[in-house]
């Protein structure tokens, strides 16, 4: 299995920002999720590997960008303008290898990274 560890997660007010990373051993185009407790999985962020533009939810769009450091393996999630519902679990996951990523067919996840915004 591929190794995904998710980082930068904390508690943080309204209107706050917080940088998450995804570290994997080699480059993995990683898409962002994130699961609310008692809710399903929401779809976050996930970068397009033929053109490296980026694919948003609605939910995020405007406030998160995701980026990568393709030297030293990571992904990152800048999450601006942090709102209450906000607050989940986020996980990055390994992608299909024949989709696309605004097809959001990804598989194996990361243990996560609690976000808390909180006044």
């Known amino acids: 299995q591929v190794q995904l560890v998710e980082s930068g997660g904390g508690l943080v007010q309204p209107g706050g920002s917080l940088r998450l990373s995804c570290a994997a051993s080699?480059?993995?185009?990683v898409g962002w999720f994130r699961q609310a407790p008692g809710k399903a999985r929401e779809n976050v962020a996930c970068m397009s590997r033929g053109d490296n533009s980026a694919i948003y939810s609605d939910a995020v769009e405007g406030r998160f960008t995701i980026s990568s450091d393709r030297a030293n393996n990571i992904v990152y999630l800048d999450m601006n303008d942090l709102k209450p519902e906000d607050t989940a679990r986020y996980h990055c996951?390994?992608?299909?290898?024949?989709?696309?990523?605004?097809?959001?067919?990804?598989?194996?996840w990361g243990k996560g990274t609690q976000v808390t915004v909180s006044a």
């Open positions: 080699g480059f993995i185009f």
């Open positions: 996951a390994v992608p299909h290898p024949m989709a696309a990523c605004g097809s959001w067919q990804f598989g194996q």
